[in-house]
């Protein structure tokens, strides 16, 4: 096995080989065809699956270190800090244990409820030491089935279609919520918050939810506060990018033949039309259809904005 890369050096996409392998699938039937009544419903799905199936260089990881390159995973693979919990009696969060603990047997380290930096949870051993924490395959961006549905109803001179996106089964890094969080407490401590911050460990609310804020960088052991309460790149801000969305709704009326030959016209409809209507998902502002060369910038995808517009189609 080849050396990664040198100092200064970067590596090529080129050197890996991917296999995408999926299948297709499309749905469409009139449930309704009447005189007055027409209404046709339609839905797709995507599977698809991907691998990186020969590597020739050691695994790499990618964007800062949150994804993992390596034979056998998607090539979007989340590679994080094994998040557990808040620990009840410091307001720290606390990690699975790394290779660190661990003799190459597989057993605990001499004296390891002694270490400052483990603490027990439910007789369990966890490390509050960021950086000796375990680090993992965490499921990847890619859903596993995505696609669309439809429908058109039609009743009398009134139209309806509505066109909806969904996806299911993938994971997402939500590093925009980490940072509202927890981010620039130290440089910045006086800064805009999420309002979840409010569920935070206090020393009145040892059940807290999220780690105590603190602008404190010193800590006693290997770690340090600003490492370990803001969990950067670890499960503690893994998201589920499971969505539904009405990519657009339009209702139209078209008016009767004779209204039309009374100016000239072959057609005249009104319509309302609207973009991005709805958005169901795991988190408010938080946006998990990017596209697929977008997979390594998550964090900079927004919703697109809202629309609604109202027109007139004059046919002459």
Same mark, same amino acid.
């Given at each position: 096995?080849?050396?990664?890369?040198?100092?200064?050096?970067?590596?090529?996409?080129?050197?890996?080989?991917?296999?995408?392998?999926?299948?297709?699938?499309?749905?469409?039937?009139?449930?309704?065809?009447?005189?007055?009544?027409?209404?046709?419903?339609?839905? @797709?799905?995507?599977?698809?699956?991907?691998?990186?199936?020969?590597?020739?260089?050691?695994?790499?990881?990618?964007?800062?270190?949150?994804?993992?390159?390596?034979?056998?995973?998607?090539?979007?693979?989340?590679?994080?800090?094994?998040?557990?919990?808040?620990?009840?009696?410091?307001?720290?969060?606390?990690?699975?244990?790394?290779?660190?603990?661990?003799?190459?047997?597989?057993?605990?380290?001499?004296?390891?409820?002694?270490?400052?930096?483990?603490?027990?949870?439910?007789?369990?051993?966890?490390?509050?030491?960021?950086?000796?924490?375990?680090?993992?395959?965490?499921?990847?961006?890619?859903?596993?089935?995505?696609?669309?549905?439809?429908?058109?109803?039609?009743?009398?001179?009134?139209?309806?279609?509505?066109?909806?996106?969904?996806?299911?089964?993938?994971?997402?890094?939500?590093?925009?919520?980490?940072?509202?969080?927890?981010?620039?407490?130290?440089?910045?401590?006086?800064?805009?918050?999420?309002?979840?911050?409010?569920?935070?460990?206090?020393?009145?609310?040892?059940?807290?939810?999220?780690?105590?804020?603190?602008?404190?960088?010193?800590?006693?052991?290997?770690?340090?506060?600003?490492? @370990?309460?803001?969990? =950067?790149?670890?499960?503690?801000?893994?998201?589920?990018?499971?969505?539904?969305?009405?990519? @657009?709704?339009?209702?139209?009326?078209?008016?009767?033949?004779?209204?039309?030959?009374?100016?000239?016209?072959?057609?005249?409809? +009104?319509?309302?039309?609207?973009?991005?209507?709805?958005? +169901?998902?795991? =988190?408010?502002?938080?946006?998990?259809?990017?596209?697929?060369? @977008?997979?390594?910038?998550?964090?900079?995808?927004?919703?697109?904005?809202?629309?609604?517009?109202?027109?007139?189609? +004059?046919?002459?």
């Amino acid at each position: 096995m080849m050396p990664l890369i040198q100092p200064g050096q970067s590596i090529a996409p080129l050197f890996r080989t991917l296999v995408n392998k999926g299948w297709e699938m499309n749905l469409s039937g009139m449930l309704i065809d009447s005189r007055y009544v027409r209404w046709r419903l339609g839905a @797709n799905a995507t599977v698809l699956k991907n691998r990186v199936t020969k590597l020739p260089v050691d695994p790499y990881t990618t964007n800062g270190g949150l994804y993992r390159v390596e034979e056998g995973h998607p090539v979007y693979a989340l590679w994080l800090y094994q998040w557990k919990g808040v620990d009840p009696s410091s307001g720290l969060n606390y990690y699975e244990l790394g290779e660190f603990y661990f003799k190459p047997d597989g057993t605990y380290i001499d004296g390891i409820a002694d270490n400052p930096d483990v603490v027990t949870v439910d007789g369990g051993y966890y490390t509050t030491a960021y950086y000796s924490a375990k680090r993992d395959y965490s499921g990847s961006p890619i859903p596993k089935v995505f696609g669309g549905l439809s429908s058109g109803l039609q009743i009398g001179r009134f139209a309806l279609t509505v066109n909806l996106y969904y996806q299911l089964g993938g994971k997402g890094y939500d590093s925009g919520y980490a940072s509202l969080m927890y981010g620039g407490l130290s440089t910045h401590p006086i800064s805009n918050r999420h309002v979840d911050a409010a569920k935070s460990w206090t020393a009145e609310n040892p059940g807290g939810e999220f780690a105590l804020l603190t602008t404190s960088g010193r800590w006693f052991g290997s770690s340090t506060y600003m490492e @370990n309460v803001s969990a =950067r790149q670890s499960t503690r801000w893994l998201i589920s990018t499971n969505m539904l969305e009405i990519n @657009n709704a339009t209702l139209s009326y078209s008016f009767p033949d004779k209204w039309c030959e009374t100016i000239g016209a072959e057609n005249l409809e +009104l319509f309302v039309s609207a973009d991005h209507l709805c958005l +169901l998902n795991a =988190r408010r502002g938080y946006y998990s259809n990017y596209s697929f060369s @977008n997979y390594t910038a998550n964090f900079s995808v927004y919703k697109p904005a809202r629309t609604v517009m109202a027109g007139i189609n +004059l046919t002459l």
